[in-house]
Nanobody, 121 residues
Framework: QVQLVESGGGLVQPGGSLRLSCAASGSIFSINAMGWYRQAPGKGRELVAVVFGGGSTSYADSVKGRFTVSRDNAKNTVFLQMNTLKPEDTAVYYC???????????????WGQGTQVTVSS
């Protein structure tokens, strides 16, 4: 019913920048939260940044001051501006959204397919 499609990943040198995008489409009544997770090889998936329905944001300590999450509500799209990238930022980045698909249903979690971000010199 709902699809999340990420884009913007790639290879970048340490200190560089990337901007990730995630667009949600399908049967969407409302979006309660939308954000980004990442998973490095051999590690678990961790929350990177999220925008809540009221507009507030939350960041992992490791990315505070370097990453910025934003949202275009009209287009059901969330962005992650990543600056001053470090090798430890290398991971697959996944978009996630908590979405109500109808007025009768509670919010459910949906995931994008993931986009690879590699930070290396």
């Amino acid at each position: 019913q709902v699809q999340l499609v990420e884009s913007g990943g790639g290879l970048v040198q340490p200190g560089g920048s990337l901007r990730l995008s995630c667009a949600a489409s399908g049967s969407i009544f409302s979006i309660n939260a939308m954000g980004w997770y990442r998973q490095a090889p051999g590690k678990g998936r961790e929350l990177v940044a999220v925008v809540f329905g009221g507009g507030s944001t939350s960041y992992a300590d490791s990315v505070k001051g370097r990453f910025t999450v934003s949202r275009d509500n009209a287009k059901n799209t969330v962005f992650l501006q990543m600056n001053t990238l470090k090798p430890e930022d290398t991971a697959v980045y996944y978009c996630n959204a908590q979405i109500e698909t109808s007025v009768r249903q509670t919010a459910r979690s949906f995931w994008g397919q993931g986009t690879q971000v590699t930070v290396s010199s």
